[in-house]
């Protein structure tokens, strides 16, 4: 407890350290008040004089008692937000009484401090969010990015997506976002394949075939597993369709992936009916009708027939986990055609058997790993080789 003589003799010293203190003190007992409207008045008139003191140090002690807190009379806290930098950075971050309407102006015209003081606030609205992005600034894009409690719209995603997707650290940053569109997960899904494409250390340790084939087969995986999460978003689906997105080996790769949902999705975009009628049909409808359907897709007749082929092997097994279940769904369309051609699979469904051939392979040796850890698990496990 200290004496009103004290702490005018505090306020008046030509010590700057000691008017800081009585700054500090008016602050807190300011906040802490509980006496009568005249003592309240007094210490606020107080406060208002430390305003005009000359040295930062008791103007600083002064934002240090109030910045903290929603107490604070707000018409000080403005004048503090003019003051010094130091200080005005410092009620930046911290002062809750800060509204938008507060920070916009300075996110708009504002220094690179300021503006990373407010993006440290513990709390910052989409539109201050999405303004300080718009100062098109690296570091701070970034750090606004990983900041999961701060909403984006989707709008302001995708367009991040489009125009710094080629930056790592910012795909990055988008890529883990929860809340990150369908459409802006694709473009950075594709943005990541052409880094990898380009990059000097994969070209040269991966033949360029083996290469493109391994980004066509992830990228297709991506986009079958990103729409399989964005399903029930038909607009996501229609526009792979208006920009002609889809082709047969996407179709074919979602159906073996197990992705039934984006597959349901898909055939219902081409053939203008409803997903929910679609995946009623791929569950219990007959040949006849699960042609028609993929007919009307606008798919080729003989292509339409291997798709009612997997169709009808799908529904006995769960290619969703199953890795077996899949494996054995694309053997047992390779050998049909090859049985069914004599081994001269047509020109037209050349494309669909290589496609076939690489799942074949690639689910084989996914297939082998599998065993081969549950089996070197096992304690007791042995393998009779002969000696060499």
């Given at each position: 407890m200290i004496g009103y003589q004290a702490f005018a003799d505090l306020s008046q010293s030509s010590d700057s350290n000691e008017r800081g203190h009585a700054a500090h003190l008016a602050a807190i007992t300011y906040l802490d008040h509980r006496g009568s409207l005249e003592e309240h008045a007094a210490l606020y008139a107080g406060l208002i004089g430390f305003l005009d003191d000359p040295s930062v140090k008791v103007r600083a002690a002064l934002a240090y008692g109030l910045l903290h807190s929603a107490e604070a009379p707000r018409p000080i806290i403005l004048s503090l937000l003019q003051d010094s930098p130091i200080i005005s950075r410092a009620v930046l971050q911290y002062s809750p009484l800060l509204v938008d309407a507060d920070l916009m102006p300075i996110v708009r015209k504002g220094d690179i401090d300021a503006l990373l003081a407010i993006v440290q606030r513990a709390k910052i609205s989409t539109r201050v969010a999405s303004a300080i992005i718009g100062r098109n600034d690296g570091d701070l894009t970034l750090r606004v990015l990983s900041r999961h409690d701060v909403p984006l719209g989707p709008e302001c995603l995708t367009q991040l997506?489009?125009?710094?997707?080629?930056?790592?650290?910012?795909?990055?940053?988008?890529?883990?976002?929860?809340?990150?569109?369908?459409?802006?997960?694709?473009?950075?899904?594709?943005?990541?394949?052409?880094?990898?494409?380009?990059?000097?250390?994969?070209?040269?340790?991966?033949?360029?075939?083996?290469?493109?084939?391994?980004?066509?087969?992830?990228?297709?995986?991506?986009?079958?597993?990103?729409?399989?999460?964005?399903?029930?978003?038909?607009?996501?689906?229609?526009?792979?369709?208006?920009?002609?997105?889809?082709?047969?080996?996407?179709?074919?790769?979602?159906?073996?992936?197990?992705?039934?949902?984006?597959?349901?999705?898909?055939?219902?975009?081409?053939?203008?009916?409803?997903?929910?009628?679609?995946?009623?049909?791929?569950?219990?409808?007959?040949?006849?009708?699960?042609?028609?359907?993929?007919?009307?897709?606008?798919?080729?007749?003989?292509?339409?027939?291997?798709?009612?082929?997997?169709?009808?092997?799908?529904?006995?097994?769960?290619?969703?986990?199953?890795?077996?279940?899949?494996?054995?769904?694309?053997?047992?369309?390779?050998?049909?055609?090859?049985?069914?051609?004599?081994?001269?699979?047509?020109?037209?469904?050349?494309?669909?058997?290589?496609?076939?051939?690489?799942?074949?392979?690639?689910?084989?040796?996914?297939?082998?790993?599998?065993?081969?850890?549950?089996?070197?698990?096992?304690?007791?496990?042995?393998?009779?080789?002969?000696?060499?």
């Open positions: 997506a489009s125009e710094k997707g080629t930056d790592a650290s910012l795909r990055g940053a988008l890529l883990s976002r929860p809340d990150l569109p369908a459409p802006a997960r694709l473009i950075l899904v594709r943005s990541a394949a052409a880094s990898l494409r380009e990059c000097r250390m994969v070209k040269g340790a991966v033949a360029p075939e083996r290469l493109e084939r391994l980004l066509r087969d992830g990228t297709d995986q991506a986009l079958s597993t990103i729409g399989e999460a964005a399903s029930s978003d038909r607009g996501f689906v229609e526009t792979l369709v208006d920009t002609d997105q889809l082709n047969t080996r996407l179709l074919l790769h979602a159906m073996v992936s197990g992705h039934v949902m984006f597959f349901s999705a898909c055939l219902g975009a081409l053939a203008r009916v409803s997903s929910d009628k679609v995946f009623s049909l791929l569950e219990n409808g007959s040949k006849a009708a699960l042609n028609a359907l993929f007919i009307r897709c606008g798919i080729e007749p003989s292509i339409a027939r291997l798709f009612v082929r997997m169709v009808v092997h799908a529904r006995t097994a769960d290619l969703s986990d199953d890795l077996a279940a899949r494996h054995y769904v694309v053997t047992a369309l390779t050998e049909e055609l090859l049985a069914e051609f004599d081994g001269a699979i047509p020109s037209e469904l050349e494309e669909i058997f290589a496609y076939l051939s690489e799942q074949n392979v690639a689910l084989a040796r996914q297939a082998a790993r599998g065993v081969m850890l549950a089996f070197v698990e096992r304690r007791d496990a042995r393998l009779h080789l002969p000696a060499a």
